[in-house]
């Protein structure tokens, strides 16, 4: 599973995004802004990186003015973090990657005065997409430019659920899944707004995330959650941890 998941993330992050092969790793950088977590490089299978190898790695993130960032499983290339910190880089992040299949969702209930929808007009992907930003640090609205990305990605296949006020409609929580491929898709950007949180919408949109994935052909949903509380969180709507995602910076 780890092998097919880190194939799945390699074919995904090439998409709309500039690629550069740098000895054995996959380099990628996003073509609109300098975010570290949107341009990363994945290492290959079975990688044995040199010292040259690193620094060439480095040189090219840092010729583009991007951190210079690795996110990948460990298990399919496990010589490869060594290296990778005798050459500078440090451990960002250990995460658990957690997995769920069909009939393994849990049935979660829609929190009282809460819907969940497929988002269609420009301003619902605007306004989740906000409401995302926000959870990540990244207050402010998104472009128009943004959204015709977000529609296009949608058009291919990508799954939003937007949670909004049942009373108002107003954005409160918002989660994607990418465009799926061989079978598998991965969720991402599950943000809740400040004031609206344990209330349970997270868990509701990933369930509803899964059961429209599952509905659609996938076979296995996999996500990474950012703290130990965010696990307990898809715990509940059917995943569970299976492997390890590594995360290393400059």
Not at 51 to 57: F, M, Q
Request: aromatic letters at 6%; hydrophobic letters at 45%.
């Amino acid at each position: 599973m780890d092998a097919a998941i880190q194939q799945y993330i390699r074919s995904t992050v090439v998409r709309d995004r500039d690629v550069e092969r740098v000895g054995p790793f996959l380099a990628t950088f996003d073509r609109t802004t300098d975010h570290p977590y949107l341009s990363y490089a994945i290492p290959d299978d079975g990688a044995e990186p040199t010292a040259a190898d690193v620094a060439a790695l480095r040189a090219a993130y840092e010729g583009r003015r991007r951190v210079p960032r690795l996110e990948y499983l460990p298990s399919c290339a496990p010589a490869a973090e060594a290296a990778l910190l005798a050459g500078g880089f440090a451990v960002e992040a250990r995460l658990a990657l957690m997995t769920c299949g069909p009939g393994e969702v849990a049935e979660i209930g829609t929190p009282d005065g809460v819907e969940l929808v497929l988002p269609e007009a420009d301003e619902e992907l605007r306004d989740g997409t906000a409401v995302a930003n926000a959870a990540f640090g990244e207050p402010g609205v998104p472009s128009p430019d943004a959204v015709a990305r977000l529609r296009g990605r949608i058009a291919a296949g990508e799954i939003a659920v937007l949670a909004r006020e049942a009373d108002g409609g107003r954005a409160i929580g918002w989660g994607v899944c990418s465009v799926p491929s061989d079978g598998t898709t991965e969720l991402a950007g599950i943000a809740v707004d400040e004031a609206q949180r344990r209330r349970g919408i997270a868990g509701a949109i990933t369930a509803r995330l899964a059961r429209e994935a599952f509905a659609r052909g996938v076979e296995t949903a996999f996500l990474t959650p950012g703290d130990d509380a965010a696990g307990r969180v898809y715990a509940r709507a059917g995943f569970a941890a299976r492997s390890r995602m590594l995360h290393l910076r400059v």
